[in-house]
Nanobody, 127 residues
Framework: QVQLVESGGGLVQAGGSLRLSCAAS????????MGWFRQAPGKEREFVSA????????YYADSVKGRFTISRDNAKNTVYLQMNSLKPEDTAVYYC????????????????????WGQGTQVTVSA
């Protein structure tokens, strides 16, 4: 069983930055591709970013490309999401997710393909 715990959310003004972290309790973190998704009130959960098991490949939604950066530290069992130039439309609950083995980009952009999820962390961007 994999447990994922997100942290780093909060309230920030438009144009500001936040760094989300997701710590995984798992024996071999490098066996898992990791993703970030978000869900705003009244909307479906949407893909934000993902990273392959080694960290060599990263994927981003068009809406965050150039503003967000995903990274991972396999020695610390942690994945990060650095969010810069935040906009009010980035306001959502952000979820971390883990997928075992298969880390092809076409797989990682779909929420249903992930095996484990964190509880989420709220990000609110004020205008």
């Amino acid at each position: 069983q994999v447990q994922l715990v997100e942290s780093g959310g909060g309230l920030v003004q438009a144009g500001g930055s936040l760094r989300l972290s997701c710590a995984a309790s798992v024996r071999t973190f490098s066996n898992y591709a990791m993703g970030w998704f978000r869900q705003a009130p009244g909307k479906e959960r949407e893909f934000v970013s993902a990273i392959s098991r080694s960290g060599g490949n990263t994927y981003y939604a068009d809406s965050v490309k150039g503003r967000f950066t995903i990274s991972r530290d396999n020695a610390k069992n942690t994945v990060y999401l650095q969010m810069n130039s935040l906009k009010p439309e980035d306001t959502a609950v952000y979820y971390c997710a883990a997928r075992l083995w298969d880390d092809r980009g076409v797989i990682l952009t779909t929420a249903a393909n992930y095996n484990y999820w964190g509880q989420g962390t709220q990000v609110t961007v004020s205008a």
